[in-house]
Nanobody, 123 residues
Framework: QVQLVESGGGSVQAGGSLRLSCVAS????????MGWFRQAPGKEREGVAT??????YYHDSVKGRFTISRDNAKKMVYLQMNSLKPEDTAMYYC??????????????????WGQGTQVTVSS
């Protein structure tokens, strides 16, 4: 079983930065797909970024502003968010997939989820 715990959310002004962290426990290795989703009130959940061995994916809305990275030894994944905009306001969720599962980017339905961390960007 895999458990995920996020941290690092908060409130910032537009143009600011935040770094989200997610620590995994259980069977997580370098080729487990990991990533971040977000969901704003009244909107559907959307995939923000994913990462696996040698591959990263970003939603078009965050390209050039967000960077996903991971530390496999620590079983952690990070989301560095720069140049934040009010439309980035959402609950952000860390997610992970089973070992060997594909990491398709936009069409990803992982089985493991964290509890979420709130990001609020004011104008």
């Amino acid at each position: 079983q895999v458990q995920l715990v996020e941290s690092g959310g908060g409130s910032v002004q537009a143009g600011g930065s935040l770094r989200l962290s997610c620590v995994a426990s259980g069977s997580i290795y370098s080729n487990n797909c990991m990533g971040w989703f977000r969901q704003a009130p009244g909107k559907e959940r959307e995939g923000v970024a994913t990462i696996t061995d040698g591959y990263t994916y970003y939603h078009d809305s965050v390209k050039g502003r967000f960077t996903i990275s991971r530390d496999n030894a620590k079983k952690m994944v990070y989301l560095q968010m720069n140049s934040l905009k009010p439309e980035d306001t959402a609950m952000y969720y860390c997610a992970a997939d089973r070992w060997g599962a594909s990491c398709p980017g936009s069409d990803w339905h992982p089985p493991y989820w964290g509890q979420g961390t709130q990001v609020t960007v004011s104008s």
